[in-house]
Nanobody, 126 residues
Framework: QVQLVDTGGGLVQAGGSLRLSCAASGLTFSSYAMGWFRQAPGKEREFVAAISWNGNNIYYADSVRGRFTISRDNAKNTVYLQMNSLKPEDTAVYYC???????????????????WGQGTQVTVSS
């Protein structure tokens, strides 16, 4: 079955960096666009970043653009989220998600993604 495993979360001070990874199995990874979402306590899950199946198209939420970088390695079936200049407001559970698509169209809505990781906690202290 399809499995997405999110790792790399942790506790970091404001201004620090973390790199999240999402390892996929049970699907043809290169046929999927990938996204990262996050959910802070008491808030709805929100879009963070997305990358097309071949990495040629990338899109970020305004709140993270310029600080976060999404990338993928199709040979390793893995998508990454490099997070720099972290802020306390970045504190959330981060989830990767997979969307079956070989176009360059990117989606920011949760309902467009069919598979989800279990989430990894990121806590940024001030």
């Amino acid at each position: 079955q399809v499995q997405l495993v999110d790792t790399g979360g942790g506790l970091v001070q404001a201004g620090g960096s973390l790199r999240l990874s999402c390892a996929a199995s049970g699907l043809t990874f290169s046929s999927y666009a990938m996204g990262w979402f996050r959910q802070a306590p008491g808030k709805e899950r929100e879009f963070v970043a997305a990358i097309s199946w071949n990495g040629n198209n990338i899109y970020y939420a305004d709140s993270v653009r310029g600080r976060f970088t999404i990338s993928r390695d199709n040979a390793k079936n893995t998508v990454y989220l490099q997070m720099n200049s972290l802020k306390p407001e970045d504190t959330a559970v981060y989830y990767c998600a997979a969307r079956n698509s070989i176009t360059q169209v990117l989606r920011t809505s949760m309902r467009d993604y069919g598979y989800w990781g279990q989430g990894t906690q990121v806590t940024v202290s001030s």
